[in-house]
Every structure is written in structure tokens, then in C-alpha cells.
């Protein structure tokens, strides 16, 4: 048995975050790559939609020189022959601040020939920004 495309992804993405090692990630990247981090863009410009290989290792470079990757832990997942989704828990500390983030995301990915054609990644905005900003951001209640 083969082993799913998700696992080799995975690696090859960690190891470009963490190690700036992206080589293994690039060949793993469709050249029509359809990639997005829904997110505020405004707090972090790497967030949003992307096209192809380039745009996406430009992403890839642009996490990196932002966060480290301490810890992941996938809370579930669902594979299909040439799919993938995830909900995913990420330990990360914020290169300028130091700053430890918990975050909490949702993976959905497609792959053909064991290359990643389409990402989308949902991102726990809220919880994210009131790490960011270092305090609680407290909502007007809403009328029932």
C-alpha cells in the first residue's frame, strides 16, 4: 500500500516553514496550484488566494520568515483516494515578538498524481487576532 499524498505534504511543508528546506515541497506543488488562507489579510499578507507554484512558495517563504512551527496535532481527518481534510491544532511562535500562538485550523486538499492542485485552509480568525493584538477583544452582544 501507498502511502496517502497528505503525509508527504505535510513533511515537505513543515520542513520548508521550519528548516527554509522547500525543495521537497516544490515538486510536490501542481504548477496550477489553487491555494488559500481565508484570514485577515490586513494582519497577515500572506493569507488570500493564490495561483500557481510560484505565488504559493512565495506564501511558503513569507510563514516562514514570520513563525516557527513548534507543534501540530491533528484533532481529525478524512481521507479519499486523492483528497484530504483536517482539523488541526498548530503551536507556532511569532519570530518578532517571540510570541507563543495557538491555532486552530481547518486543511481541505486535492491532489492528482500526488501533487497538491487545490488548498484551502480556514483559519480561527478571532482566537488568532486576540493572540496577535495580546488581549481579549470584547464584542458588543448582540440582540436576540
Do not use: C
Amino acid at each position: 500500500m501507498t502511502e496517502h499524498s497528505l503525509w508527504g505534504f505535510s513533511r515537505a511543508l513543515h520542513r520548508a516553514i521550519n528548516e527554509r528546506q522547500s525543495a521537497d515541497l516544490e515538486i510536490l506543488l501542481d504548477e496550477e496550484v489553487d491555494w488559500a488562507i481565508y484570514g485577515p489579510i490586513d494582519m497577515y499578507p500572506f493569507f488570500g488566494s493564490r495561483r500557481g507554484k510560484a505565488a504559493v512558495m512565495e506564501v511558503i517563504r513569507q510563514i516562514a520568515d514570520n513563525f516557527r512551527v513548534h507543534r501540530f496535532e491533528r484533532e481529525s481527518i478524512m481521507l479519499g483516494v486523492d483528497t484530504a481534510a483536517s482539523m488541526m491544532r498548530y503551536l507556532l511562535t511569532a519570530l518578532d515578538s517571540e510570541k507563543p500562538i495557538s491555532l486552530r485550523t481547518a486543511h481541505f486538499a486535492q491532489f492528482r498524481a500526488g501533487r497538491l492542485t487545490n488548498l484551502r485552509v480556514l483559519v480561527d480568525t478571532f482566537d488568532l487576532v486576540e493572540q496577535t493584538v495580546g488581549y481579549p477583544i470584547h464584542l458588543p452582544r448582540m440582540a436576540v
